[in-house]
């Protein structure tokens, strides 16, 4: 279903019959809601969130395309997030274990401004799917177009902030031993120690060559986010804190409280498509009650 999200931006809403449903704007293709089955929202939006192009989305999924962060001559985060996606006329064949699931597959096509700043002929399509347990998957299928035989090499992150009940007592599980990248420190590397990761100050971190599979214990909310992905090797791990929450305009000042942004993503070595090339990454998210998954 198609309808006028806000300020008149179109959205696409799946919904799945057993309650849950997402919002996907066309504008960035943007993931803003994912509700699980009792309608509880499972991703943060900040009430500041500005819904005006070229800004992007404060909250929900930004896809950051084809350049994460700041490390290279475009934009943060490069300009897929601040893009209009269109309708995929030839969206990928579907599984057939796919066909009772709810999706929608958008397509992201360079217009000649977007190549006089990243000179480079791709079409990226995205499916995303809300599955029949309420899971929510986000596919990327990026391949390189260029007509003059030249490959390029881009970094990539889905950078899903979650919504948490309180951000001092979450718990990240699946990253412990793990080296990581300070973004804090000169982007210094570094080695997780044996523990779950807490926070208790501002984090921002890219965790390297991480396992498929990522836990977020929300004791609180008796919720836990489980993360898998595919093809994503880094897995970003960000919350501003209070002083950063007040230097970030579209974010309120006692947010950051509320969120946590853990990105599967592809950082540390870009990916490189020759023409004719595709490249896919994955990330599926689910919501379940914790004492399922740890005995809590
Ligand atoms: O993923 C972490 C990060 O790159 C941080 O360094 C941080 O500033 C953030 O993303 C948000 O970026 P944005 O451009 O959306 O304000």
Redesign the pocket.
């Known amino acids: 279903e198609i309808c006028k999200g806000i300020n008149g931006l179109e959205k696409v809403v799946l919904r799945d019959v057993r309650g849950s449903s997402a919002e996907v704007y066309f504008y960035g293709a943007h993931v803003t809601s994912w509700k699980n089955e009792h309608g509880e929202e499972l991703l943060f939006v900040s009430s500041k969130a500005l819904f005006k192009p070229p800004k992007?989305i404060?909250g929900g999924i930004?896809i950051?395309f084809p350049q994460?962060?700041?490390n290279g001559p475009l934009e943060?985060?490069g300009f897929a997030?601040n893009r209009f996606w269109s309708i995929d006329p030839s969206p990928p064949p579907f599984p057939t274990t796919t066909s009772n699931k709810t999706f929608v597959d958008l397509i992201l096509k360079p217009t000649e401004e977007d190549m006089k700043i990243w000179p480079n002929s791709f079409e990226f399509r995205l499916r995303v799917t809300l599955g029949p347990a309420g899971d929510l998957m986000l596919t990327s299928r990026i391949r390189n177009t260029n007509s003059d035989g030249k490959p390029f090499s881009f970094t990539f992150?889905y950078?899903t902030y979650f919504s948490v009940s309180d951000i001092s007592e979450v718990r990240v599980e699946g990253l412990e031993t793990l080296d990581y990248l300070d973004?804090l420190q000169n982007k210094q590397r570094f080695t997780e120690q044996g523990d779950a990761i807490t926070f208790e100050s501002e984090v921002?971190r890219i965790y390297l060559s991480t396992p498929t599979k990522i836990a977020i214990l929300d004791h609180e909310k008796k919720r836990t986010f489980v993360i898998r992905k595919d093809g994503l090797p880094d897995a970003?791990v960000?919350n501003?804190w209070d002083k950063?929450a007040k230097a970030?305009a579209d974010l309120g000042d006692e947010e950051y409280k509320y969120m946590l942004?853990i990105?599967a993503?592809a950082v540390e070595k870009p990916i490189t498509l020759k023409p004719g090339e595709e490249w896919k990454g994955r990330q599926e998210l689910s919501a379940v009650p914790s004492s399922y998954c740890s005995g809590q």
């Open positions: 992007p404060r930004p950051c994460f962060s700041n943060a985060h997030r992150a950078h973004n921002d970003v960000w501003p950063k970030i942004c990105e993503a």
